[in-house]
């Protein structure tokens, strides 16, 4: 039984050409709690792809929804050849969901997107044609954003500053997920914690070359947006580790080293302190067990430092856990449509 009437919409199986054979673009979408907003856009998504003439795959991202999208989107595949669904097993978040996609994705060019009409398919050609001008990624640029001021807006604004400032690429909007990659810009990407962000930036420090342009931006009308203003505390501490990563993952000594001579430094200052006040009493005179401030001085600088450093190897033994053992941050529950 059909679980919509919208069947008119979408191919029929005889009209949709077989894709098995690598296609040359792969559209994926991570989906979280987005039913009322999967066959709207999966009619789009195909009035847009039928435009272009190019083989294509679309890979749907279940991150563990727990409305009844996965049963739609089950539909969806058993309707359309170029359907995939991978329905991961929990909710593990955009970054996860985006690796997967990005894992199954079989496409000579990548294409990811929100699934939740607020981006437009219909900007997928014009991403193509700026990447056909010889750019490895398209990074899509929500000029008129649909969002509020407040809680969007602004810490978006400030947040895509910031890192074009640290990452060096000057892009205007890193949170558009609707972006366009030859698919050997990805091959060496890792990615944890909210950093599918970031991929431009890994991409670009792997030699690729980046543009961006505008592209259409809806108001949400269905469903309930996940994200909010927490998000920008997240995209800080993501910030610090690919700074990190990039200039002291292969020199890390050159950043302990400036923390060690700091601590150094502090440690003679006080030290000098006290010597002054216990023996040419300036500013005052003081025994050594006299004054406790050097000593709090000294100890608290230190548990920051250490602690500050603690959390920079943990990220790095982190990522060393999950790659020298092939380990995934996700889990799969099942696969969709890939037996076509």
């Not at 690796?99 to 014009?126: E, H, S, T």
């Not at 950043?255 to 001579?261: P, S, T």
Request: hydrophobic share 45%.
């Amino acid at each position: 039984m059909k679980i919509y009437d919208q069947e008119e919409t979408l191919l029929s199986r005889a009209e949709i050409p077989s894709s098995r054979k690598q296609p040359e673009l792969s559209v994926f979408l991570p989906v979280y709690n987005e039913e009322p907003n999967l066959l709207p856009l999966h009619a789009k998504l195909d009035q847009a792809l039928k435009t272009l003439g190019r083989t294509a795959e679309i890979i749907y991202v279940d991150d563990g929804s727990t409305d009844g999208g996965l049963k739609v989107l089950r539909e969806v595949a058993r309707l359309d050849d170029r359907v995939r669904v991978v329905a991961l097993k929990r909710n593990y978040g955009q970054t996860a969901a985006m690796a997967a996609g990005i894992d199954a994705a079989q496409g000579k060019v990548l294409i990811p997107m929100d699934a939740d009409l607020q981006n437009d398919p219909a900007d997928i050609v014009r991403l193509l044609e700026k990447l056909d001008e010889g750019y490895d990624v398209v990074s899509g640029w929500r000029k008129n954003r649909q969002d509020k001021v407040i809680t969007r807006k602004i810490p978006s604004m400030i947040a895509n500053r910031l890192i074009s400032w640290i990452g060096g690429v000057p892009l205007h909007d890193y949170g558009c997920s609707l972006k366009a990659y030859r698919r050997e810009s990805l091959e060496d990407v890792k990615l944890y914690g909210e950093m599918h962000r970031f991929i431009p930036i890994y991409a670009a420090w792997a030699g690729a070359s980046v543009a961006e342009i505008p592209v259409a931006h809806h108001a949400r009308t269905m469903g309930k947006s996940k994200y909010g203003l927490s998000r920008t505390i997240k995209v800080i501490f993501d910030l610090i580790t690919i700074k990190f990563m990039a200039s002291y993952q292969t020199k890390p000594l050159y950043l302990f080293g400036w923390a060690g001579l700091l601590t150094f430094g502090v440690s003679l200052l006080s030290t000098l302190l006290a010597f002054l006040m216990k023996f040419a009493d300036w500013p005052h005179h003081a025994d050594f067990i006299q004054t406790p401030l050097p000593v709090m001085a000294m100890v608290t600088l230190v548990l920051g430092v250490q602690l500050f450093l603690m959390g920079l190897l943990a990220e790095m033994l982190v990522r060393t856990y999950h790659e020298s053992q092939s380990k995934s941050i996700y889990a799969v529950r099942e696969r969709i449509g890939f037996e076509k």
